[in-house]
């Protein structure tokens, strides 16, 4: 069995008596899309903020290609290749696409945290290649022809986008996508569905939390379905269709 890129074993997060997950367990293989699903309440939100270091474990071991980081803080997680979008966006409406990008660079920098913006004590060698970085992630996520619009003036779906780029910017192993569906319409999902993998493509891992269904079973290539903070299945998009416990956790709504 090859090494996960990312390994969660047993984990358990409480608040006091509420139990919001439980022993839950699985991998992240290099190269995979995986997708985190479940009815509202069921763990996913409390999973990922775990993950990233927001909120520490209660028990329970994760591993970064192989390395244990329950313990680390954030940002120690994101340097080491664990990055994230969020269910809002996380912007600085007065930059420019470009500039916001840059900020999610500095993790990956050895110069000032503020040089990729402001241009402060640049480490020789790290402007030209930060560059390259940013323009591929501008080609990627489709933002280039409003790389240099303000935040605040770009379409709400541009910000969507953007907020992922910004998780692309730290070069993560492996990136949380939370929502990342939340207000887009149909040929927008459609658009995001051709990203998810294109980000696959480039050797980034992706573990998507969603509700849109069809974008779950269109890009992924195993599920994990949560209920009352346990895993109830486990499988690939055609496994989950046909899971009689899935099936039940969400009322007998078609998945």
Do not use: W
């Not at 409406?93 to 004590?121: A, D, K, M, Y």
């Amino acid at each position: 069995m090859t090494t996960a890129i990312l390994q969660v074993e047993r984990l358990c997060k409480s608040f006091g008596g509420v139990h919001a997950v439980r022993d839950l367990s699985f991998r992240v293989e290099p190269g995979q899309i995986l997708g985190l699903i479940g009815p509202n309440g069921s763990g996913k939100s409390t999973t990922v903020n775990a993950l990233a270091g927001i909120f520490p474990v209660t028990s329970g071991e994760i591993l970064l290609a192989g390395g244990h980081i329950q313990t680390l803080p954030e940002y120690e997680r994101v340097a080491m290749g664990l990055s994230r979008s969020f269910q809002t966006a996380s912007i600085f409406p007065e930059f420019t696409v470009r500039e916001q990008i840059q900020l999610g660079c500095n993790v990956t920098l050895r110069s000032h945290p503020l040089s990729s913006v402001f241009g402060l004590g640049r480490h020789p060698g790290e402007t030209e290649a930060t560059n390259r970085h940013i323009e591929d992630i501008l080609e990627l996520t489709g933002l280039k022809a409003v790389a240099d619009a303000t935040v605040g003036t770009i379409t709400a779906a541009e910000q969507r986008f953007l907020m992922i780029a910004t998780a692309l910017a730290a070069r993560p192993k492996v990136i949380l996508l939370d929502e990342p569906a939340a207000g887009l319409v149909s040929h927008e999902r459609q658009t995001l569905s051709h990203l998810i993998r294109s980000i696959r493509d480039t050797g980034v891992s992706v573990l998507v939390i969603e509700h849109h269904m069809a974008l779950i079973m269109d890009v992924c290539d195993r599920i994990v379905v949560l209920n009352f903070g346990s895993k109830i299945a486990e499988g690939t998009p055609d496994e989950i269709r046909g899971d009689q416990a899935v099936i039940d956790a969400y009322l007998g709504e078609a998945v």
